[in-house]
């Protein structure tokens, strides 16, 4: 339990990584609790752990771990059952994964590769946009008015995705948009107009929401951001990448701490760039 005016923050996919880097930097900045959310629980408790031993008397905030699965409906409502009382001032959805696209398409292999492709498609896109969804469905009830919601994202725009990005967007739209792209997966289609990677569509389409959802939550006095945090080498790029983790997690860190930081725009390097 909470005092009522301590600052509550969440951060998706937080035990290593980017995620890893947002829960220190944040910890180190500001007074509050951190709720560090990992799939695995003990390898959560060993990231607060960590953190804690890191950061030592720099530390200012109560980190403490969630478990946490986004795919899950129900693992999402137990983490909304876990904070429901305190409420949740920001929301860092982080959470995300990334497959490598180089697949075998040789002819003896050529059915296992197209059930590897879609395979990769569903976990793609049902944790990059659906489950930043359902967390978003989940958790926004709970956050208190004057909150924030920050999706860490990136930048994939082209002529098949900006439609998503007009501002009468709808989710219905998005929803359609993503399965229309697994159907065609599924179907060995993709030359028909879908150009793009399973990584850059999800992240393609939570920027949409992200959009969408700004526009929303404005009349709740819920501000939201996306935010680019570069190409980090980190285990989600293979390790490739100019910049750390560390670096990466600057502007998440800066849009959940500093309460002058804009809203309803999409942040890269702290500064506002075209959605």
């Not at 967007?169 to 697994?182: L, M």
């Not at 159907?183 to 850059?200: D, P």
């Not at 389409?205 to 959009?211: D, G, I, P, V």
């Given at each position: 339990m909470c005092d009522k005016k301590t600052r509550v923050f969440v951060v998706t996919g937080a035990n290593r990584g980017i995620g890893f880097a947002i829960v220190r930097g944040i910890a180190k900045s500001v007074d509050g609790v951190v709720y560090l959310t990992a799939r695995n629980p003990e390898f959560g408790r060993q990231a607060v752990d960590q953190i804690k031993l890191d950061l030592g008397a720099h530390l200012k905030a109560d980190v403490r771990p969630a478990t946490l699965d986004i795919t899950d409906q129900g693992s999402v409502n137990d983490l909304r059952t876990l904070l429901e009382h305190d409420g949740v001032d920001v929301l860092i959805n982080n959470a995300g994964i990334a497959f490598n696209d180089d697949v075998d398409t040789t002819e003896e292999s050529e059915h296992t590769s197209a059930r590897r492709r879609v395979e990769q498609v569903e976990s793609v896109i049902d944790v990059n946009y659906y489950g930043t969804k359902r967390v978003c469905e989940a958790l926004i009830p709970i956050i208190r008015p004057g909150g924030r919601i920050v999706n860490v994202t990136g930048k994939y725009k082209s002529e098949l995705t900006?439609?998503?990005?007009?501002?009468?967007?709808?989710?219905?739209?998005?929803?359609?948009?993503?399965?229309?792209?697994?159907?065609?997966?599924?179907?060995?289609?993709?030359?028909?107009?879908?150009?793009?990677?399973?990584?850059?569509?999800?992240?393609?389409?939570?920027?949409?929401?992200?959009?969408?959802?700004?526009?929303?939550?404005?009349?709740?006095?819920?501000?939201?951001?996306?935010?680019?945090?570069?190409?980090?080498?980190?285990?989600?790029?293979?390790?490739?990448?100019?910049?750390?983790?560390?670096?990466?997690?600057?502007?998440?860190?800066?849009?959940?701490?500093?309460?002058?930081?804009?809203?309803?725009?999409?942040i890269f390097e702290r500064k506002v760039i075209a959605w």
């Open positions: 900006a439609d998503l990005l007009s501002p009468h967007v709808s989710v219905e739209t998005i929803d359609q948009f993503v399965e229309d792209y697994k159907k065609l997966v599924r179907e060995e289609q993709c030359e028909e107009g879908f150009t793009l990677t399973a990584y850059k569509i999800s992240k393609a389409t939570e920027l949409a929401f992200s959009k969408v959802l700004a526009r929303d939550l404005r009349s709740l006095q819920i501000k939201v951001n996306a935010c680019c945090p570069g190409f980090c080498a980190t285990r989600l790029s293979d390790w490739t990448g100019p910049l750390d983790a560390m670096e990466g997690a600057d502007t998440p860190v800066y849009l959940a701490v500093d309460p002058s930081a804009p809203a309803g725009v999409f």
